[in-house]
């Protein structure tokens, strides 16, 4: 089907470049070009035409990848002479000019990317300008990600590990590990292309450590990094509570004993006074001092 599509616009294309014998034709020698950042990068458009170049006419625009709507000029060249669009200054320029309509694109940055389009008259050669198109992708290692981390580090609290990359091309892919007692990876949510975050609920002393963020895609990584430490009461409170109890329940029960003891003892001597008619009282007494041993071991 496109195949035939395809065919039907090359006859088309033939047929009124055959009817239009004056029109300029242009042809791309490339459809897409892909250049990592800072490369430069040779866009390459040329032409036919039957009339004398002194009063050829180039026209480059780009259709910026970031805001296809508002194409800007990139650079022209018209009877001889060549203007660069300003922001481009010094790294663009014509090749072959008039010979070719190429033109080198030097130190590429993120916003080169788009649709570029090559527009070439020539008069008194009557006719629309030839013009071809390409698409230029620029790719980049991710920059630096920033790792944040929000919530309460209190024993059962709950923290949010967030990771954001402002660029990276293709789209970097996010990872978070713990690194620490072992590294392990964590289950990620992905808020749009370039911030992923990690929750951690219910947290405990184990949750301490440190926490990486990786951004990578084929030209890189970059990692940025969270120390969580998690304050937690000392771990021997609930022992020194126990403790603490224990000890005032012994003291209780001693004085109780002594108490005890003491009523016996008197009530003893009372009833000793009164004459030794009850043997079991002097006997219980006697028993008390080994109570009151056993109760400190
Ligand atoms: C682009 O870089 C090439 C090679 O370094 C250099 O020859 C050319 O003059 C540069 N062009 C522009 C417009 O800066
Ligand atoms: C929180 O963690 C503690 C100990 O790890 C556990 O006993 C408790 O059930 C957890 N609570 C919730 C709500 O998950
Ligand atoms: C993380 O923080 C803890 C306590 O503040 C510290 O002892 C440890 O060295 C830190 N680790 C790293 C890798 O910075």
Redesign the pocket.
Known sequence: MSCHRRWLLWAVCLLSALLEYGAVRVTMRETRLEVVQGDSVTLPCSFFTMSPLSRLNVIWTLAPLSDPDSPKQVIVFDHGQVIEDPSLTGRVGFTGVPWSADIILNNTRLSDAGTYRCMVSNPPENGDPGIGELTINVMAPPSLPLCLWEGVTDMGGSVALSCMVAEGVPIPEMRWDKLEPQEISLPIKMDGDFTGSVQIINISSQTSG?YRCSVSNLLGTQNC?V?L?IYSPPASSPGILQGVLLTLSMALVLLALMVLVLWLHRSGQERWSEGKEDEECYNEIRYTPSLMKRSFV
């Open positions: 440190l990094y120390n430490s």
